[in-house]
């Protein structure tokens, strides 16, 4: 028995293998390691290293089993090899040896081609700009990841969203009953501009009490390339106007947390309707924008 160690009964072990637009229904390959220093082996006995890797491997407890963390979770912090209590001990030997490896990035196949140090690999991963984005669809949950060309098909030929080109727009949307939603996410619009993508968003929800309508727009790519754009949206009617200009958000942002910062044209619902005309029971929202870039 391992030291503090206490015996499992049971272990299990797994693995990790112009237009109108009404409401939309809510809802390897291993990559090679490279040591720094060369680690050679002679003999059972004879094991030697020029950088020492040997010692930091030698092992003072008597069954010197070895797990990640994450792994140490899935097995119910008992050792499959042998059945014992793993403990709370960390592998400073192990960690060592992390620390001499140089790893490629894990999103190698999408464009990354960094090799970084084993922690500032973990590190550099959260951030890397290759890594995927997660579909900006916002009529229901949809699990989809990847590159904006594979998203742009996606979008187009699952959710069977709008494609347009260019870089003004005049949409109008539409809802009978407008007093009895509450939540609503209508149909999402892309525009090919500059040639990028951008996603126009239309939501209804309450902020606090007040019901309310949300025009906002988000750019398919990085936060740092969406800086070079801005936008203007506009709603208006009886000698009445609203107008919004900001930045396209990216799509690295969640449509609800862009939503929820109120980052775009805000309209309260009695405005909305008034702007609709006749006798504010249906809402007929005309919304006009551009896009442009910055110089």
Same mark, same amino acid.
């Given at each position: 028995?391992?030291?503090?160690?206490? *015996?499992?009964?049971?272990?299990?072990?797994?693995?990790?293998?112009?237009? &109108?637009?009404?409401?939309?229904?809510?809802?390897? +390959?291993?990559?090679?390691?490279?040591? @720094?220093? *060369?680690?050679?082996?002679?003999?059972?006995?004879?094991?030697?290293?020029?950088?020492?890797?040997?010692?930091?491997?030698?092992?003072?407890?008597?069954?010197?089993?070895?797990?990640?963390?994450?792994?140490?979770?899935?097995?119910?912090?008992?050792?499959?090899?042998? %059945?014992? &209590?793993?403990?709370?001990?960390?592998?400073?030997?192990?960690?060592?040896?992390?620390? #001499?490896? +140089?790893?490629?990035?894990?999103?190698?196949?999408?464009?990354?081609?960094?090799?970084?140090?084993?922690?500032? @690999?973990? @590190?550099?991963?959260?951030?890397?700009?290759? %890594?995927?984005?997660?579909?900006?669809?916002?009529?229901?949950?949809?699990?989809?990841?990847?590159?904006?060309?594979?998203?742009? !098909?996606?979008?187009?030929? &699952?959710?069977?969203? $709008?494609?347009?080109?260019?870089?003004?727009?005049?949409?109008?949307?539409?809802?009978?009953?407008?007093?009895?939603?509450?939540? *609503?996410?209508?149909?999402?619009?892309?525009?090919?501009?500059?040639?990028?993508?951008?996603?126009?968003?239309? +939501? !209804?929800?309450?902020?606090?009490? !007040?019901?309310?309508?949300?025009?906002?727009?988000?750019?398919?790519? $990085?936060?740092?390339?969406?800086?070079?754009? #801005?936008?203007?949206?506009?709603?208006?009617?009886?000698?009445? @106007?609203?107008?919004?200009?900001?930045?396209?958000?990216?799509?690295? &942002?969640?449509? %609800?947390?862009?939503? $929820?910062?109120?980052?775009?044209?805000?309209?309260?619902?009695?405005?909305?309707?008034?702007?609709?005309?006749?006798?504010?029971?249906?809402?007929?929202?005309?919304?006009?924008?551009?896009?442009?870039?910055?110089?």
């Amino acid at each position: 028995m391992a030291p503090g160690g206490s *015996a499992c009964k049971e272990v299990v072990e797994s693995h990790s293998p112009v237009a &109108d637009y009404d409401i939309a229904s809510t809802k390897t +390959e291993s990559n090679p390691t490279t040591m @720094k220093n *060369a680690v050679s082996y002679v003999g059972k006995h004879g094991i030697h290293s020029n950088n020492g890797v040997y010692e930091l491997l030698e092992c003072p407890c008597p069954n010197g089993h070895t797990l990640c963390s994450n792994c140490k979770i899935r097995v119910h912090n008992c050792c499959p090899t042998c %059945r014992y &209590d793993l403990g709370n001990i960390r592998c400073l030997a192990l960690e060592k040896v992390a620390e #001499s490896l +140089e790893l490629p990035c894990k999103f190698q196949n999408l464009g990354c081609h960094d090799i970084f140090p084993y922690y500032s @690999k973990l @590190k550099h991963e959260q951030h890397c700009r290759f %890594r995927p984005y997660n579909c900006p669809y916002a009529g229901s949950e949809c699990s989809v990841t990847g590159d904006i060309p594979t998203l742009v !098909a996606h979008l187009k030929d &699952d959710h069977k969203v $709008d494609m347009h080109d260019g870089c003004t727009f005049n949409h109008r949307y539409v809802k009978s009953n407008p007093h009895e939603v509450e939540n *609503a996410t209508w149909m999402l619009t892309v525009f090919n501009c500059f040639g990028r993508q951008f996603c126009l968003h239309f +939501e !209804a929800f309450q902020l606090g009490m !007040a019901p309310v309508y949300m025009a906002f727009l988000r750019f398919m790519g $990085d936060d740092n390339e969406a800086k070079k754009f #801005s936008y203007s949206l506009e709603v208006g009617a009886n000698g009445r @106007k609203l107008i919004w200009q900001g930045i396209p958000r990216s799509i690295r &942002d969640s449509h %609800r947390k862009v939503r $929820d910062s109120q980052d775009g044209l805000v309209i309260q619902r009695n405005l909305a309707l008034y702007f609709s005309g006749g006798d504010r029971q249906e809402l007929k929202l005309r919304v006009t924008g551009r896009i442009w870039k910055e110089e």
